[in-house]
């Protein structure tokens, strides 16, 4: 795309489902925000626009973190940014990895999710740790691949 921004591909490039992580309001808009929030917002907009009009899964990550951090459980900073439309699951998750503690693995393979689309906030944390395991096959499934592109 010429602006730049994110979109789901098609063809043999074409995701089996995006998965957004930690797409939460504390990291998106307001005092907390990561640096570069809005073209993040715009971009994680078009991957979203793009997976729901192709009618590819989206399923979100949503980070419980610790009492008085910006993500508390039941505070508004916890809240997802775009609301999960129904269908779309919420995993809950309280560690990095998105895998771990969860029921992601076992949502994937009930809908036999191959490969994966993934964007979200704190690359360098909680989205690497989610595309690490998966990518190395450590969840115990297939190496996914994101298939996002700039």
Known sequence: MTNGAMSVTTGDDAADAL???DVQRAFISGPDAVPGH???QRAVA???KNARAAAVPVIFLQ????VGAPDEPETDGWKLYFSAQPGEPVVRKAK???FEGTDLESLLRSRQIETIAICGMLSEMCLAA???TDGAGTSGRARGR???RR
């Open 146 to 148: 994101v298939v996002a």
């Open 46 to 48: 078009v991957l979203l």
């Open 63 to 66: 980070n419980d973190g610790p």
């Open 38 to 40: 809005l073209d993040l």
């Open 96 to 98: 990095d990895d998105g």
């Open 130 to 132: 989610t595309a690490r």
């Open 19 to 21: 998965l957004l992580v």
